[in-house]
Structures are given as C-alpha cells and as structure tokens.
T-cell receptor, first 109, second 112 residues
Framework: GQNIDQPTEMTATEGAIVQINCTYQTSGFNGLFWYQQHAGEAPTFLSYNVLDGLEEKGRFSSFLSRSKGYSYLLLKELQMKDSASYLCAVRDSNYQLIWGAGTKLIIKP | TAGITQAPTSQILAAGRSMTLRCTQDMRHNAMYWYRQDLGLGLRLIHYSNTAGTTGKGEVPDGYSVSRANTDDFPLTLASAVPSQTSVYFC???????????FGEGSRLTVL
C-alpha cells in the first residue's frame, strides 16, 4: 500500500532551526509537496520538489531524495507564527496526492 | 481575490438527512477536489474532477456524490448522512492534475 510517514508532533524554540522529516512509499512518484496548516484553517502551499536536491524559499527549504523516498522541510529563524501543522504529500503515478497525517510544530518562546 | 469559497462554514445535521456542501472557484482551474480531514489522519480524497463534465472516485467515495456541470462549481452531496461522516471537508482546485492545490476554508460538518 501507499504510505507517508512524518512525526506527529515536534517542539522547537523561537529563533532556532527545525527539520521535519517525511518518508514515503508510493506507487510511482510525480512530485512531493509541503503544505502549512494553522489550526482551524485551510492548508496553504509551501514548496514543491520533483528532482533531488534542495529548494530554498526564504526561511523555508525543502529537500528531496527520490532514491531514499525521503524529504525534509527546514524552517530557519523560527517565529511564533510558524506554530502550525506541516503536511507532506506525494503525487503518485496516477497523479493522485497521497497525504501524510501532518506534523504539529509547537514553537516556544 | 476570492479563490475558493465553501458554504456552509459549519453545519449540524441529523443522521439520515441529506446535505450539499457548496464549492465555487474563480480561478478558472480545471481540476477540483473534495477531501475530508479527520484527527490523526491525512487528508483523504472523496471525489475529484479533472475538468468540467467529468468526475472520479477517490479513496473514500461511499456515501458521497458530486457533479461538475461547469468549471467553477463542484458541490458535494451526502444523500443520507451518518455519524461517521462527521468531519471537516475541504474543497480544493488546481490548474492541472500536476499543479499545486488551492484550498477553500473548509466546512465543519457534525452528524448526530
């Protein structure tokens, strides 16, 4: 079956760096997405990786290794507003998105 | 910019009643999706539409139906609601089946 694994919850300190990991087993691969979801709100797009390597976008970076079925989202200079759930999703060979359950990130002052 | 609008925002429904969740987008996106989100689970696809006039079943389609009469609207109907359909429902759209998804604000449905 298809599966996306990511930690349920992580805690980090304001101003620090945190890495959220995502491993996947899917039938085919057509890209990996990271979304941010604040409590009670809709998910919003953060990043997209389809080739191996690092994509940087301001304080957020996302890395992909297709051979290892692995990605991470790196958040730098953490701010309180970064407290949210981070969702990893993989597009499979049928172009359907398979979603992880999300990682709840708690930022402490 | 409105993006995707869902209605209602929340609803309490008696078991056995029917309900239609509305979704409208103004981005002229071809693809539209309905997901449900439950605590501890990833977003699960209910139904999708790659273009107006076509629909497909997702991972959890039972008890739900959709229609796509035009590009902008993609309503989700529960014919006879059951308590297990208590969830937060998100409508989403993308310019193509390979593009990023844009989500509506969600509809919280409670079936008693």
């Amino acid at each position: 079956g298809q599966n996306i694994d990511q930690p349920t919850e992580m805690t980090a300190t304001e101003g620090a760096i945190v890495q959220i990991n995502c491993t996947y087993q899917t039938s085919g691969f057509n890209g990996l997405f990271w979304y941010q979801q604040h409590a009670g709100e809709a998910p919003t797009f953060l990043s997209y990786n389809v080739l191996d390597g690092l994509e940087e976008k301001g304080r957020f970076s996302s890395f992909l290794s297709r051979s290892k079925g692995y990605s991470y989202l790196l958040l730098k200079e953490l701010q309180m507003k970064d407290s949210a759930s981070y969702l990893c999703a993989v597009r499979d060979s049928n172009y359907q998105l398979i979603w992880g359950a999300g990682t709840k990130l708690i930022i402490k002052p | 910019t409105a993006g995707i609008t869902q209605a209602p925002t929340s609803q309490i429904l008696a078991a056995g009643r029917s309900m239609t969740l509305r979704c409208t987008q103004d981005m002229r996106h071809n693809a539209m999706y309905w997901y449900r989100q439950d605590l501890g689970l990833g977003l699960r696809l209910i139904h999708y539409s790659n273009t107006a006039g076509t629909t497909g079943k997702g991972e959890v389609p039972d008890g739900y139906s959709v229609s796509r009469a035009n590009t902008d609207d993609f309503p989700l109907t529960l014919a006879s609601a059951v308590p297990s359909q208590t969830s937060v429902y998100f409508c989403a759209s993308s310019s193509s089946s390979a593009g990023e998804l844009f989500f509506g604000e969600g509809s919280r449905l409670t079936v008693l």
